[in-house]
């Protein structure tokens, strides 16, 4: 079987129900979980996630109960694997996996079952701990020195890793406690080292892990024990092989004793009197899952009572006295069947993955946006790719790595914009591909209209992204502008079929009411790369009057870079940005009034500076250019003296021109007095 007929067929599986299922196929589900068994705990390499896994060896489970066939070979998956770098140990007692529940009614049933084995009539109490997603392993003491350290590998047999376990700088090498003890630890990696392992694998092209798990086990299982110390890895301890010596404790107990002998254990342990207590913790946990550094896949319960453990017992499979509470699942495979580049409102252009639909946390997933092309390239991602895609609470979801590679066809960003075949552009040093062409591509303008009436600008009661798009469709807005001149095709409104006289009244009342705004409302509405709403307050200061805007009135690139938290992109960005579409951002200002705040002396390059004004000016009145003046920081005087740093001249410049020329004082033209303002 290879990789790509597994992952065929594991779908196959997970997708084939109950009644159609024949016992011949008993033997073929067989050899796929050992395969997948083998991928997972030999090469840390899954092609599928956990829970498909989870699901693949359940059904196996029932269809041999189902078919009663002599052997339960599901008890030897993991057995054959014969093949692994570390000499073979065996447990003492097996470490053998907690049985699986995903509901309240499980967890019932669990506790019912337990109370009838035990003969309890009264209820039982339990300990409720994080079920993290690490590694299991026994660590051996003797006379109070580490002395082995194996790892859970089939249950019966453990690889011996003792040299790569003493790397991890938080064991207790020494331990005060004369007699053999073995206990057992989860080893863990946190998921922010997870993250930067994965980001520094992606960097330098090499292996990405897909869950904090497998990059845990990666990093423990290597002969090289320099890469385990690199690592940063932690464990949590929870067990003990021997569990007579306890014999009258509580479960409680004995976690506190691991503690007091300087065992690292999780922060998380709740006593709970009975199992209804029990369910309404798992209620509480979500927001907890989302604060700590750790992944958990679920939660382990346990009967508190250590003594009657072993009234309880195994099944053939599992312990009876705990059970694991899991989580739905997260991750799952999916097939990436194609890639659309999508045109956003700045331009911007992002890829998308179609998707063969799966579902996840109860919702049918078809698309993943996967960021940039710069990820795509990290994530070596390509059409035909079987990927794993993630999706956890109200997150969307995301493609995290590649499970099984396809046909390569590569993702690269389009050369031509899809939507109106302008040369795609790239940032300098940024990861951004963009179409350029701001208010004439209809993919950005269709974005565009729909954002600026969908809450962010105009906030307009009524007025939805639909309703964009069909105004759009139907030519009535091809521009921000024509939202406030929507008035004008009353008329053939109130013709559309799905539009009553009054919406329509209280959507136009709704509009003139918009056309009055403040000038952060109004930078942050024109959609200039990198200006969201506090960069936006912060540019906010260039401005007084709409003529600033309109003639671009903007000091020079690097008084804009002074200005708080403004860098040299978002100075070139505004800066051209109003020069290619001073047309569209004149049109949309013929329509609205601006307010601005009260009058500030900023203080830039031109506080202070005496300028003087002669001549006469094509396009600005004398009184205007002194008011421009002002606002920007210059100190305007009526005459020229040895004090006056620029002359201003215009057309006809008579005396004045002569005496600073005198003087030695700069002249600027109104071309010159632009470009340093
Ligand atoms: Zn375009």
């Known amino acids: 079987m290879d990789i790509q007929q597994a992952f065929g067929l594991s779908k196959e599986f997970l997708e084939l129900s109950a009644e159609n299922f024949t016992k011949e196929q008993v033997q073929k589900l067989w050899e796929l979980v050992a395969f997948h068994s083998e991928l997972y705990y030999r090469h840390e390499n899954p092609i599928i996630s956990d829970s498909e896994y989870d699901v693949l060896f359940k059904k196996l489970e029932v269809w041999e109960k189902l078919y009663k066939t002599d052997i339960h070979i599901s008890s030897s998956v993991g057995s054959n694997i014969e093949q692994s770098s570390f000499q073979k140990v065996a447990h003492s007692r097996a470490m053998i996996s907690l049985d699986n529940t995903y509901n309240e009614e499980d967890l019932h049933d669990f506790d019912t079952r337990l109370s009838r084995i035990l003969g309890e009539s009264s209820e039982l109490s339990y300990m409720i701990e994080f079920k993290f997603d690490g590694l299991g392993i026994e660590l051996i003491y003797e006379e109070g020195i580490l002395v082995q350290a194996i790892t859970r590998w089939n249950g019966i047999l453990g690889e011996d890793v003792t040299q790569n376990i003493m790397q991890i700088s938080n064991i207790p090498k020494t331990i005060d406690k004369k007699w053999r003890f073995e206990v057992r630890w989860e080893v863990v990696m946190p998921l922010s080292s ?250 950005q303008m269709h974005e565009k209209i729909a954002f600026a009436v969908w809450k962010h600008w105009f906030d307009i009661d009524g007025f939805w992204e639909k309703q964009a798009q069909l105004f759009y469709t139907l030519w009535f807005i091809e521009h921000i502008g024509d939202i406030f001149r929507l008035k004008y095709h009353k008329k053939t409104i109130l013709q559309l079929d799905w539009f009553k006289e009054k919406s329509v009244e209280n959507l136009l009342t709704w509009i003139e009411k918009k056309r009055t705004l403040d000038i952060v409302t109004f930078l942050k509405a024109l959609w200039i790369p990198w200006v969201g709403k506090k960069t936006a307050k912060t540019l906010s200061v260039l401005f007084h009057s709409k003529d600033d805007i309109c003639y671009q009135l903007l000091p020079p690139k690097d008084v804009i870079e002074q200005l708080p938290d403004i860098g040299p992109e978002v100075a070139d960005w505004l800066r051209n940005f109003f020069m290619t579409q001073e047309q569209e951002i004149r049109d949309v200002l013929s329509e609205l009034t601006l307010i601005f705040p009260e009058k500030k002396i900023t203080q830039w390059k031109y506080s202070g500076k005496k300028i003087c004004i002669t001549g006469s000016f094509e396009w600005f009145s004398r009184d205007q250019l002194i008011e421009i003046l002002e606002s920007q920081g210059w100190n305007f005087t009526s005459s020229v003296s040895k004090n006056t740093d620029y002359l201003l001249a215009g057309e006809k410049a008579g005396s004045k021109l002569k005496k600073a020329t005198e003087l030695g004082v700069q002249v600027l033209d109104l071309e010159g007095f632009l470009i340093k303002s």
């Not at 092209?205 to 086990?217: D, G, T």
């Not at 004793?257 to 999780?266: G, N």
């Not at 099944?315 to 045109?343: G, W």
């Not at 390239?377 to 609470?393: H, M, N, P």
């Open 194 to 443: 997870f993250h930067r392992l994965n980001e520094y694998a992606k960097q330098h092209w090499q292996k990405i892990f897909s869950n904090p798990r497998n990059a845990a086990s990666g990093s423990l299982r290597v002969l090289d024990t320099s890469i385990t110390k690199q690592r940063d890895l932690m464990y949590f301890a929870y067990d003990v092989s021997d569990t007579s010596e306890f014999f009258g404790w509580t479960y409680k107990d004995m976690i506190e004793y691991l503690a007091s002998l300087w065992f690292d254990i999780s922060s998380y342990f709740t006593y709970c009197e009975n199992i209804s207590e029990v369910i309404s913790s798992i209620e509480k946990i979500g927001n907890i899952k989302q604060q700590i550094d750790f992944e958990i896949d679920g939660l382990v319960i346990k009967l508190n009572d250590m003594s009657l453990w072993s009234e309880a017992w195994f099944t053939q499979h599992h312990p009876r006295y705990a059970i694991a509470y899991k989580f739905p699942a997260e991750i799952v495979t999916t097939n990436l069947l194609s890639v659309e580049h999508s045109i956003g409102r700045t331009g911007s252009i992002t890829p998308v993955a179609n998707l063969e639909p799966v579902c996840i946390w109860g919702a049918m997933i078809r698309r993943a946006t996967l960021h940039n092309y710069d990820e795509v390239a990290k994530l070596w991602v390509r059409v035909g790719d079987s990927v794993f895609l993630k999706r956890a609470w109200e997150v969307i979801p995301k493609i995290i790595s590649v499970a099984v590679a396809g046909i390569w066809d590569d993702i690269v960003p389009p050369k031509y914009c899809p939507s109106c075949h302008t040369q795609i552009l790239k940032d300098t040093d940024k990861v951004r591909y963009y179409c350029p062409n701001s208010y004439g591509c209809p993919a």
